[in-house]
């Protein structure tokens, strides 16, 4: 039998920290063959990152490798010198990263730094290398090669700059590449593509990948092995269709439970991963007579207080009507017009009470300059919004008192920053409520923080931390909570999941399902990710550049799409079809 | 009791950091030395440099009790006028410390509101403090500060002058001092004024002096906190400064910077202790609030760590 290109057995990683030594990789064993795909799965802080750096000798300081062997080839990695370790670096083992916009030194050409790497390795004339260069820009589709590589990284867009980063990393006819979330960053229509580059590359000049990423639609699609890790432990590996297709550990099939699907829509997702048992108990703490009942009473009793008639409303909660938006660069002049970039161009729809729409498109659509518009952010250029049958002032003559700034909640992408980290979680979640004046002085708020945080499934005890204690979806459960706390009729969700693992993202579209059963919650759900906005929505609305392309039901939409860019859209996005 | 602070302090990253940073140690350890030696003065100090009849001619130019001719009465030495020099610097460090903690105070307060409301209301007003602060920056901090001494030296009676002159040289440092303040707290505003946490308070309707004090200030500390010790070494040493040059506090009241100015004028009469004593507290002083100032910067920074 032939030998493996890299070899790892037994591989542990461990970082001492002054709490004690913590192990990060833990008995890791994994081969790959020439030309192979190797899938890296697994949840953030799973470790797939530290086996990444471990190969190509870069662990963070104060990590080391405290066992086992990585062998490429005829190499034992470990017993190089740091000085061979810097020549096998680049000449036999390249790296990919996530990010396209910071990989590439913006100050340099393309040229510059293709040729500088080429010379590195290879002593070779400047033209010559230039030549090569040339090539390999080529090979990697960029059209018209010889006249591009005298640009400068930020004239090319995410997409191309991603392939000349692979470029770069082929300069030295590598024979590993380690590509670590190569497309997280891009959208569908671009992750097609480079994912369809790197089958290419790895068929034809026989490298070996070792594709890090979370997503398991992209591991589907091309990876051929799989190895399944959490917290540091291989969980199960093995040929991809069989791995994904009929998983045999608990955690992975736990995990495919988790990935929501393009061509079904689930109620509820079940199976959802357990938590880590390792993780810490904590003693009970728990504010007297605060439970999730109780916050839900006092969430369905102004609901009932309000509507005095039982038949429910018949107008739509939100109407959006020939919405423009215009941003002006925001330098003013008296000399020159002012000129501006239409984010948003002729938008109308209109959302149902108690339904879900979902708003879907790529980056730079305009899907959040919408919901911007809609909580009184950014100013429409022309176009009304009502809200409940009145009209909605934009957002500067709205004023900070308007009933609507209660009704419509926002939750947002990024739990990080969402949440002031100087703030305890218990005046987080009271801020509303002395906001809005809700309840009077009988009201204990205290009580009714710590109840609202029991329905989101969160521990009473949470009051007392500060938000830079808990995890990013926790954070986003708090996040949920302080917006039901201000008893909104209108959830806008802003990529509500997509800072978040696939399990935790179950739980989070559980929840949000659960509350709008229960309180008659409308929803706005925006997300570039198809296959959650499949869950969660009963209408869809495509955008693309500021311009509406399709507005339909969303089983029609999922089904039979009209519009070109839909049909490609939903071509684009990775499937687990394969495994079907 | 040792072991138990250190495990405690695990939680607490500054805490921990300062506990392994013998520098650091040393430094506050300086620090706290001086300022309790200055605050304590009219316990500590043998005589009181006031009291003019505590004091005679006739013991003027003493050297050190250890030097020849030392008198076991001054400990350090006494000066031209024959006032105790140990004396004098407890009770001129009292002064200087005073001088820069009000001003550091001052500049801190006019600066960080003013850094506040520019990074956070933006536009017209931004442009217009901030090239107020651009015009700040381009004169000297010693030149802002004898302006306005000698604006308020030409507006008010000699008397009444030498009653405020604490006052007016606290105003005048701070002065020189806000636009630090002003242009850091700017900076870290516009970072934090576009992150979702203010637009949340914004959707919610929160009325904005609220959300600048009670969601952005708090944020925005750690680099404040930073400036606001470096400059507690910036104000003493232009306390000292201006003092020195006879524009600072009255000749009878000594300081740090005083004290040198008197001592200058003996250095070449080979009457050394008068100018070495107070210069060493001096720089023992700044050097010691320095590196607290450096030790914090790094410490709140999380990329250095």
């Given amino acids: 039998m032939n030998q493996p290109l890299l070899n790892i057995t037994n591989l542990t990683v461990k970082f001492p920290t002054r709490f004690g030594e913590f192990t990060a990789i833990d008995d890791v064993s994994l ?32 990590g080391y490798i405290a066992n086992g062997h990585v062998q490429l080839m005829d190499v034992d990695l470990r017993k190089l010198s740091p000085a061979d370790y810097h020549r096998l670096r680049g000449n036999r083992i390249s790296m990919i990263f996530q990010d396209p916009q910071t990989s590439l030194n913006p100050l340099l050409t393309i040229a510059d730094q293709l040729v500088e790497t080429i010379q590195q390795h290879t002593p070779m004339s400047d033209s010559d290398a230039r030549d090569h260069a040339i090539q390999l820009l080529d090979e990697t589709g960029i059209p018209n090669p010889a006249c591009r590589i005298d640009s400068y990284p930020h004239q090319f867009s995410g997409g191309m700059r991603q392939r000349v980063v692979i470029a770069l990393a082929l300069c030295t006819n590598p024979e590993l590449i380690i590509a670590d979330e190569p497309t997280t960053a891009l959208d ?17 000049r026989k490298v070996g990948f070792l594709l890090i990423t979370h997503d398991i639609g992209v591991i589907a699609e091309i990876t051929h092995r799989v190895t399944v890790l959490r917290n540091g432990r291989v969980m199960e590996a093995g040929e991809t269709a069989q791995v994904l297709g009929a998983p045999t550990h608990e955690y992975t099939q736990a995990l495919m439970a988790a990935v929501p699907r393009l061509n079904t829509k689930l109620d509820r997702f079940h199976n959802i991963v357990k938590d880590d048992p390792s993780a810490e108990e904590e003693d009970e703490w728990d504010v007297p007579g605060a439970s999730a009942q109780f916050a ?100 500067s003559k709205r004023s900070r008192q308007h009933p609507s700034r209660r009704r419509i909640q926002m939750v947002f992408q990024d739990p990080y920053s969402s949440l002031n980290n100087r703030r305890s979680v218990e005046a ?27 329905l989101v499934e969160m521990p009473q005890r949470s009051l007392t931390k500060y938000p830079h204690q808990f995890s990013g979806g926790q954070r986003q459960r708090i996040a949920v909570a302080r917006a039901l706390i201000a008893q909104p009729e209108f959830l806008i969700c802003d990529e509500p999941t997509s800072a978040l693992d696939v ?54 939409f999922f089904t039979s799409p009209q519009a070109e860019y839909s049909q490609l859209l939903l071509n684009e996005t990775p499937s687990l079809a394969l495994l079907e | 009791m040792w072991a138990k602070i250190k495990r405690a302090s695990v939680e607490n990253e500054l805490l921990y950091l300062f506990l ?73 460090t009292r002064l200087s410390l005073m001088v820069g903690v009000f001003s550091v105070a001052f500049a801190a307060v006019l600066g960080v509101s003013i850094g506040l409301m520019a990074g956070y209301i933006g536009g017209r007003f931004d442009t217009i403090m901030m090239r107020i602060a651009d015009i700040q920056l381009s004169l000297p901090a010693i030149l802002t500060a004898l302006l306005i001494d000698g604006v308020a030296r030409g507006i008010l009676p000699q008397q009444r002058h030498d009653e405020l002159m604490l006052i007016v040289l606290t105003v005048a440092i701070g002065l020189s001092l806000w636009v630090n303040f002003a242009r850091t707290a700017r900076a870290s505003t516009f970072v934090e004024r576009n992150k979702e946490y203010v637009q949340a308070a914004e959707i919610m309707g929160m009325h904005p002096l609220r959300i600048m004090l009670v969601q952005i200030l708090p944020n925005i500390m750690g680099p404040i906190l930073v400036i606001l010790t470096v400059d507690l070494a910036v104000a003493i040493l232009l306390e000292a400064t201006l003092s020195y040059l006879g524009v600072g506090v009255p000749p009878n009241q000594p300081s740090l910077g005083t004290l040198i100015r008197i001592g200058t004028e003996y250095l070449f009469s080979g009457d050394w202790w008068i100018v070495l004593f107070p210069s060493a507290t001096l720089i023992t002083l700044i050097i010691s609030v320095n590196v607290l100032g450096d030790f914090l910067r790094d410490a709140l920074n999380p990329r250095l760590r």
């Avoid at chain 1, 081969?31 to 000798?57: N, Y």
């Avoid at chain 1, 008296?334 to 729809?349: D, E, H, Y």
């Avoid at chain 1, 002085?441 to 710590?450: G, Q, V």
């Fill in chain 1, 503 to 556: 399990s935790i993202q179950a739980q989070m579209l559980n929840l949000l399902k659960d509350l709008q059963t229960e309180f008659g919650l409308s929803i706005l759900f925006i997300s570039h990710n198809l296959a959650v906005v499949r869950q969660m929505a009963d209408t869809v609305v495509v955008l693309k550049d500021g311009e509406m392309v399709e507005y339909a039901e969303s089983e029609t």
């Fill in chain 2, 20 to 92: 392994h940073s013998p520098v650091a140690m040393v430094a506050t350890l300086i620090a706290v030395l001086c300022i309790a030696g200055a605050l304590l003065a009219p316990w500590l100090a043998p005589s009181n440099p006031y009291d003019l009849a505590s004091f005679d001619l006739m013991d003027s130019m003493v050297p050190p009790a250890w030097a020849d001719n030392g008198d076991e009465r001054f400990a350090l030495g006494t000066d031209d006028q024959g006032r105790d020099l140990l004396s004098a610097i407890l009770y001129g």
């Fill in chain 1, 31 to 62: 081969t790959i063959q020439p030309g192979e795909i190797h899938g890296l799965v697994g949840e953030s802080g799973a470790g797939k990152s530290t086996i990444g750096a471990a190969i190509i000798g870069l662990l963070q300081s104060p």
């Fill in chain 1, 428 to 454: 987080i979640l009271t801020e509303p409520l002395k906001l809005y004046g809700h309840g009077g002085r009988n009201l204990d708020s205290r009580k009714l923080a710590a109840s609202v945080l029991d």
């Fill in chain 1, 296 to 395: 839900s009473d006092w969430l369905l009793g102004k609901r009932n207080t309000e509507s005095k008639t039982d038949v429910p409303s018949t107008h739509p909660i939100l109407e959006v009507n020939n919405l423009d938006v215009i941003f002006y660069s925001n330098q003013p002049s008296w000399f020159r017009k002012r000129t501006g970039f239409q984010a948003l161009n002729n938008i109308s729809f209109k959302a149902e009470q108690g339904k879900t729409l979902g708003v879907v498109g790529e980056s730079g659509s305009g899907k959040s300059t919408l919901a911007k518009a809609i909580v009184g952010l950014v100013d429409p250029a022309t176009g009304t919004l009502s809200f409940d049958g009145e009209a909605l002032p934009p957002g």
């Fill in chain 1, 188 to 204: 569908v229509a671009v992750q097609k593509q480079i994912l369809q580059l790197i089958q290419q590359l790895a068929s034809q």
